[in-house]
């Protein structure tokens, strides 16, 4: 990561690279396990890979109960994730 700076402004992650990063430096330990949880931060800021996996969770199970409901003939309607 060059500055974190660029035509429009400080990235959005920046932040939480600048604390991994003094975590990452200030570190005693030869594994730097202590920095496990800033770089988790710093990873999912980057590329939301929970906040993805918990969107097809809730989808998955939106489903179910939709098959669920069609079978037993009730009305069950899928609801919608994405921004109104």
Request: hydrophobic fraction near 30%; proline fraction near 4%; aromatic fraction near 10%.
């Amino acid at each position: 990561m060059a500055s974190g700076i660029g035509y429009r402004g400080t990235n959005r992650c920046f932040p939480l690279w600048e604390d991994f990063q003094q975590c990452f430096f200030s570190s005693q330990e030869k594994t730097r396990a202590d920095c496990v949880p800033a770089r988790e931060d710093y990873l999912e800021c980057l590329h939301h890979f929970k906040a993805i996996a918990r969107v097809r969770t809730i989808q998955a199970v939106e489903r179910d109960n939709y098959n669920k409901s069609k079978a037993n003939g009730t009305d069950h309607k899928i609801i919608s994730l994405s921004a109104p």
